[in-house]
């Protein structure tokens, strides 16, 4: 399929310049691109991800009642990516955050000064502990910390 022309930018008069299609992929990376990693064995970040369960509407619309850090975690995009292998909802919600979601949860995680992640959002205040062991599953340090509706702290839970 030919390209259409484009205007060339110059305050000269020249006649349109058709642009140049990009070379055509190697084999070995379009099989790789197709299964899903890249050429050499090397695996694409999967971090993004509308597969898993969305919020209950009570937690899609609640404020927020958790607040947390993950002191060694400072890509949110791989933790986003470890959700998303459990099985959650995960979107790009900011240039280096993500919001993170399955029918109990709704959190969103951002990097902290390079150093750490936090972890910021609603949650079945029942779920806490779930929450807390599926971060222990993923090898995380964490530090939970669970608010009633006054933004009195109910419950601290560190891994």
């Given at each position: 399929?030919?390209?259409?022309l484009?205007?060339?930018?110059?305050?000269?008069?020249?006649?349109?310049?058709?642009?140049?299609p990009?070379?055509?992929?190697?084999?070995?990376?379009?099989e790789?691109?197709?299964?899903?990693?890249?050429?050499?064995?090397?695996?694409q970040?999967?971090?993004?991800?509308?597969?898993?369960?969305?919020p209950d509407?009570?937690?899609?619309e609640?404020?927020?009642?958790?607040?947390?850090?993950?002191?060694?975690?400072?890509?949110a995009?791989?933790?986003?990516?470890?959700?998303?292998?459990?099985?959650?909802?995960?979107?790009?919600?900011s240039?280096?955050?993500?919001?993170?979601?399955t029918?109990?949860?709704?959190?969103?995680?951002?990097p902290?000064?390079?150093?750490?992640a936090?972890?910021?959002?609603?949650?079945a205040?029942?779920?806490?502990?779930d929450?807390?062991?599926?971060?222990?599953?993923?090898?995380?340090?964490?530090?939970?910390?669970?608010?009633?509706?006054e933004r009195?702290?109910?419950q601290?839970?560190?891994g």
């Amino acid at each position: 399929m030919p390209f259409p022309l484009l205007p060339a930018r110059s305050t000269r008069s020249q006649p349109a310049r058709a642009i140049a299609p990009a070379a055509p992929l190697l084999p070995a990376m379009r099989e790789a691109i197709r299964q899903g990693g890249a050429p050499g064995g090397a695996t694409q970040d999967v971090d993004l991800s509308d597969d898993g369960p969305a919020p209950d509407d009570r937690w899609a619309e609640s404020d927020n009642n958790l607040c947390g850090l993950l002191p060694d975690s400072r890509d949110a995009s791989r933790v986003a990516e470890r959700f998303v292998r459990a099985g959650w909802r995960s979107r790009s919600s900011s240039w280096e955050g993500y919001e993170i979601e399955t029918s109990w949860c709704r959190l969103e995680a951002d990097p902290v000064d390079g150093a750490a992640a936090s972890l910021n959002g609603v949650i079945a205040p029942d779920r806490l502990g779930d929450l807390a062991a599926l971060l222990t599953r993923f090898g995380l340090r964490f530090i939970l910390e669970l608010y009633d509706d006054e933004r009195d702290l109910v419950q601290e839970i560190k891994g």
